[in-house]
C-alpha cells in the first residue's frame, strides 16, 4: 500500500513495474543490466476519486498513454532498487498534486482608483505618443 494522503492510498498491484536497459552512468553495467524502470500506473482502472483522476490526467500530460496508463521511466541511478524508488516518489508527488482541489476563483471589480490610475496612465501615454509624431504643430 502506497500513501497519498490521509484519505488516498494506492494498492501495490495497481503498479506494474517493467526493468529495460538503460543508457547514462553505469559503465559495462549499462550494457549487462536492466536497471532503468519503467512504472505503468492504469488511472482509469484505478480507485482514486473521479475529479482527482481528471485532474492527474491534465497534469500527467505526454507522460499519459491512449489507454489513460501513466507511464513513468527512471534511468538516472545506476541501480535498480534506486531508480525503482525515484519512479514511485515522482508517482507519489504527482498524485499528491493531482488530490490537491485548486481553488475556486471569486471575479473582483477594479476599485474606482485603480481605473482612475489606468485611464491616467492610458492619457499620459497618448501624450506621449503624440507628441512623438513629425509636423502637425509647425515648430520645424
Same mark, same amino acid.
Given at each position: 500500500?502506497?500513501?497519498?494522503?490521509?484519505?488516498?492510498?494506492?494498492? @501495490?498491484?495497481?503498479?506494474? +513495474?517493467?526493468?529495460?536497459?538503460?543508457? =547514462?552512468?553505469?559503465?559495462?553495467?549499462?550494457? %549487462?543490466?536492466?536497471?532503468?524502470? +519503467?512504472?505503468?500506473?492504469?488511472?482509469?482502472?484505478?480507485?482514486?476519486?473521479?475529479?482527482?483522476?481528471? *485532474?492527474?490526467?491534465?497534469?500527467?500530460?505526454?507522460?499519459?498513454? =491512449?489507454?489513460?496508463?501513466?507511464?513513468?521511466?527512471?534511468? @538516472?541511478?545506476?541501480?535498480?532498487?534506486?531508480?525503482?524508488?525515484?519512479?514511485?516518489?515522482?508517482?507519489?508527488? /504527482? /498524485?499528491?498534486?493531482?488530490? %490537491?482541489? &485548486? $481553488?475556486?476563483?471569486?471575479?473582483? $471589480? &477594479? %476599485?474606482?482608483?485603480? $481605473? +482612475? %490610475?489606468?485611464? +491616467? #496612465?492610458?492619457?499620459? *501615454? #497618448? @501624450?506621449? $505618443?503624440? /507628441? *512623438?509624431?513629425?509636423?502637425? #504643430? =509647425?515648430?520645424?
Amino acid at each position: 500500500m502506497i500513501r497519498i494522503t490521509d484519505t488516498i492510498s494506492i494498492e @501495490e498491484r495497481e503498479l506494474e +513495474e517493467r526493468f529495460v536497459r538503460a543508457s =547514462g552512468p553505469g559503465g559495462q553495467n549499462v550494457n %549487462k543490466v536492466s536497471t532503468a524502470v +519503467e512504472l505503468r500506473f492504469d488511472v482509469r482502472a484505478s480507485a482514486l476519486p473521479y475529479d482527482m483522476k481528471q *485532474r492527474l490526467i491534465a497534469l500527467a500530460g505526454s507522460r499519459m498513454t =491512449g489507454e489513460d496508463v501513466l507511464l513513468i521511466d527512471s534511468r @538516472e541511478h545506476r541501480t535498480q532498487a534506486q531508480n525503482r524508488e525515484a519512479a514511485r516518489a515522482r508517482l507519489v508527488a /504527482l /498524485l499528491q498534486h493531482a488530490a %490537491k482541489r &485548486p $481553488k475556486t476563483r471569486r471575479p473582483t $471589480k &477594479p %476599485k474606482r482608483a485603480a $481605473k +482612475e %490610475k489606468r485611464l +491616467e #496612465s492610458k492619457r499620459q *501615454r #497618448s @501624450e506621449v $505618443k503624440s /507628441l *512623438r509624431g513629425r509636423g502637425g #504643430s =509647425g515648430d520645424d
